[in-house]
């Protein structure tokens, strides 16, 4: 009688999304089937879901299922230093026996070890994530069977992963990963999986001379290490640029008037991106009249430094595109000396010594920042559209981060001196644009979302080709009736063409 009143009390229960059926549950099931409200989709493995695929229903209760049907496993290989099953579905496991589970859209491989050791840590259910140290051992110790196994890593890729915790956390990081790992090497019979693991340390840090392979590591080895995690990004925006059709937009406003308003308004809107904001008429006596607010000097001087580099166009004549990485790196100094020059606190020329962020973003660190600068470099010279490069090296050099202060100012000044050394239609953000150039800038950092980011460029060049800015009353007119002073949740960018009023 007691059972009976069990399963009616399960069967008025609403099933989670999958059901693993048992003894207890087979004549519960049988009657939902029956009923339309279950429906089978491997062995004891049922869903609510009568829409979806069962792969995907199954990626999604994973865990949760794994607990259920594996208890007390570890999640280890591959599957732990990735945190996700490969693209491919295939799970890795430890538990107390070597088995193979087929279940829609994956193959959940569980090899006979150790349960919990040291440092892993409890997972969904019953399940337990191995370390970082057991599951390099274990991935390691896999790749180094016969045949290989996709369960573990190749010599290259533990570099890599190796290389990657030096950049992020230095000599004790690396030092700390390798302790740990000794201490489970016997418990996992991992022994030789080990001294390969310390090989590759020792040499990283210079110590030992085993023969690397990766890229990276290469590069630490050499002297100029770089930010791996990086060249992603740049390779998604050079994709998108490479795709994008030549498009030439000659600038109008290159005789010497039109040239210095337009370097005001380009200091002038860089440096209220950055937050160093004035009123126009401030921003004015500054500029062209000398006259430094006497409360907020450094300001004052940012806007002067930046407007002075931006109108002398002897210097921004200068393309990248003429030398090699070590001429890029040098000019890049060069500016930034100038740029801020006024400002010794901000170590005008000087790449940064300590890290920097904004947010949620961490920059490159400081000891990457000349091999990465290198490796983009090394991209660019892919494109020979002026505004892909001028686009890539903006993108490249905010995405470092190289100095302590100035870096967004200097992105858009080598933006635009590309731009302009090619003759081509300088790019200009207003006020307004504020918002949607740092949230293109953060999708391309953060999401690889480059098409948001070259659309953004591109609307912002149209606009400031669409200006005459040979008399400043008369631009300034133009720009306010675009909206251009407005801050950004006041309004959108008008360009003139779709309305807004024209310069004669």
Known sequence: MGSRKSLRRIASRAFPEVVLSNRALTKVVSREVAR??????????????????????????????????????VVGYRTALEGTPGPDGHVYLTGGYDRTVRLPGHAVHIARGPGPLAGDAPFVGALHLASRERALLESVAAARRRGGSRRGITGRELEERLERVFQVGGEPAINLLRDRARTLATDLGAEAAFARIDDVIGTLLGTRRAALTSAAALARLAGRPYDAIRLPLFE?????????????????NRDDEAWRHFAFFDAYFSNYIEGTEFEMGEALGIVFDGKIPAGRPKDAHDILGTFR??????????????????????LLRERHARMLG??????????????????????VAPDLVLGTLQRGFEMLRALTDPFGLAAFVMFLIAEVHPFTDGNGRMARVFMNAELGAAGETRV??????RDDYLLALRALSRQRRSAAFVAMLDRAQRFAGELDFRVLPRVTESLTACGAFREPGEGKLRLPSEGAHRTA
């Open 36 to 73: 339309g409200h279950l429906r089978k989709i491997g062995p004891r493995l049922y869903t609510t879901n009568t829409t979806d695929a069962p792969a995907d229903i199954v990626r999604r209760n994973l865990w949760v299922l794994l607990g259920q049907m594996v208890p007390g496993a």
């Open 309 to 330: 580099l931006l109108q002398d166009r002897a210097s921004m004549a200068a393309s990248i595109t003429a030398g090699d990485a070590e001429a890029f790196i040098a």
């Open 236 to 252: 998604s925006l050079l994709a998108e640029l490479r795709t994008r059709p030549p498009l030439s937009r000659p600038d109008r």
């Open 428 to 433: 200009l953000i207003p006020i307004v644009y």
């Open 342 to 363: 006024e400002r010794p606190e901000a170590r005008p020329g000087e790449f940064k010594a300590e890290p920097n962020r904004a947010g949620e973003t961490a920059f």
